[in-house]
Every structure is written in C-alpha cells, then in structure tokens.
C-alpha cells in the first residue's frame, strides 16, 4: 500500500478506512484497484470456521501421504525456499481482503509430482507440485501471479459459498439454513472436506480470484503483466499436453486473458511503488 503523497493524519485516516472495509461481510476494501463484486451471500449458510478447520484436516493428510511417499520437500529445498520468500511478500496483504487471514496459521508445501498444479486451501493452507515450477519454467513474478490467485481463493471464500450451494439454491437456501442450524451446517462443511481439493468454482470465481490474485502480487511488488505470460504458457502446455490438472480446475481462454489485460493498468502503480519501497 503506498500512500506516502499523503500526510501522516491521512495516511493513518486511509489505512483505517481500508482496514474497516475489511472487516465488513462482502465489501471490497476501500482502497482496492480492481474492481469485483460482493462475496456471495450463500456461504453465511455453512460457518468460515468449519470449512478452514476442514481444509486443514484435509491439507494435514495430504501433506502426510506425501511425506510417506518421500514427495515432500524439506526445508533445505530451494524451490521450497523459493515459494516461501515470495508468500512472506504476499501473506501481509491478505487480511485487506479477508480479516480472519491475519489469524490464519499460514503454511506454505512443496510436493514433489509432475502435475501441473498448485492450491490454497481455507485456512490459509498452500501447496505447489514441483511440476507447475519446472515444466513451466516460472519466473518469480508468475509464481507470485498462481499463489495470488490460489490464495485469493481461500481469501474470497469460494469454496465456502460452493459448499453451501451445494445444499440447495435460491428458495432452498433459507428453508435449508433452517433446517441445518449452525452445528449441522458444520457438519456439512466437515463431511465435505474431502471435496475442496477438486470443486470447480464458476467463472466468476475464477475472474474473482484472478482480480484479486493480480492486487495482491502487484502490492508485494511482483510485475503484474507476468499473468498474461503466465496463461499464455497455461494454454501452450494445455496444447502440448492434453488436460492439464490445473486447468480442470482453472480454464484458460482469450477472454481470461482479456480481462487480466485490460486490469493490470489499475494495479501498475502498485507494483511500481513496492518497487521503490
């Protein structure tokens, strides 16, 4: 966030505008660039704790099959060391867009496939396949570009509003928030937990999370024109390889790829002024 053309009263007066836009259910934060709509009022339905406590459990025991398999990457690992230096950058931005973020334990995973593939789970929960890192040759500024989406995510609670849709639409939803009460809807959330890793988000989730996604690598000082290299390499593995794992999850098209064009001008400034900081 730059806000040194400002006095100190000011920057103090935005920064709590930002941080109290925050913390209200869906609105966008107050200085954002990008422009996306309100979260979705469906995911009230199933509580953001129970689904960041399924995420975890799930994430735990995916991270414990690799382990086992020797998939996983110690600390020692470069790459692994890699994803983390540019989460650091990214992770202090998170709670602008979701307040519960700065109470996250944040953890960060790399396993060692060639999938093609990376995600955050609720609860602020990442992992990255060594495959989307080699096979698309990543530079910094893309990798930053996939860990803002994925985080953007978990930040905008896709999954939590999928989850609850899950259980009935329009009508449905106030019968079905009746019917469940808080301790069952978490029990929802919990029996679900074994879904998130391949629920298919719409695309406006998608558009969402890329919006997002490019505020935040923009913020952390990560060129924000790496996502248009970034899908464009998305689409030519897609060609060269058949179905992608991320891409079942994530597809590729102009029009994505229109929509980050005519977006990264708004996040520019950002990017220059982490830059300069």
């Known amino acids: 966030m730059c806000l040194r053309c400002t006095s100190r009263s000011g920057t103090w007066q935005a920064r709590r505008a930002f941080l109290l836009a925050a913390g ?20 009230n339905l199933v509580p953001a704790e129970n689904v960041e406590q399924a995420g975890v459990q799930q ?9 086992a398999k020797g998939a996983l990457a110690g600390e020692g690992n470069a790459q692994l060391q ?9 992770i202090p931005f998170a709670a602008q867009w979701n307040e ?16 093609i593939n990376a995600f955050c789970m609720p609860g602020g929960k990442i992992a990255f396949f060594t495959g989307i890192l080699d096979q698309l040759k990543l530079s910094d500024d893309e990798v930053a570009i996939v860990m803002g989406h994925e985080m953007a995510h978990a930040l905008r609670e896709h999954a939590r509003a999928r989850l609850a849709k899950s259980a009935g639409t329009g009508a449905a939803l106030s019968i079905t928030a009746q019917l469940l ?4 809807a978490g029990d929802l959330a919990a029996r679900a937990g074994t879904q998130l890793l391949t629920l298919k988000f719409s ?18 000082g990560y060129d924000p024109k790496a996502s ?50």
């Open 228 to 277: 248009i290299s970034l899908w464009n390499k998305m689409a030519q593995a897609s060609k060269n390889q058949g179905g992608l794992s991320f891409l079942s999850t994530h597809p590729s098209g102009p029009d994505r790829i229109a929509k980050l064009e005519a977006n990264v001008p708004k996040v520019e400034g950002l990017y220059r002024a982490a830059k300069r900081g």
């Open 24 to 43: 209200a259910a869906a609105v966008t934060p107050a200085l954002a660039q990008v422009e996306v709509g309100k979260s979705s009022v469906a995911r």
């Open 82 to 90: 890699r994803l983390h230096a540019i989460s650091a950058r990214i």
């Open 59 to 67: 994430y735990g025991e995916l991270m414990a099959q690799a382990r």
């Open 203 to 220: 695309r406006s989730d998608e558009t969402d999370a890329d919006l997002v996604g490019l505020e935040l690598a923009a913020r952390a």
């Open 181 to 184: 009460g808080l301790g069952q």
């Open 100 to 115: 519960r973020a700065a109470r996250w334990k944040w953890e960060l995973n790399l396993i060692g496939s060639k999938q």
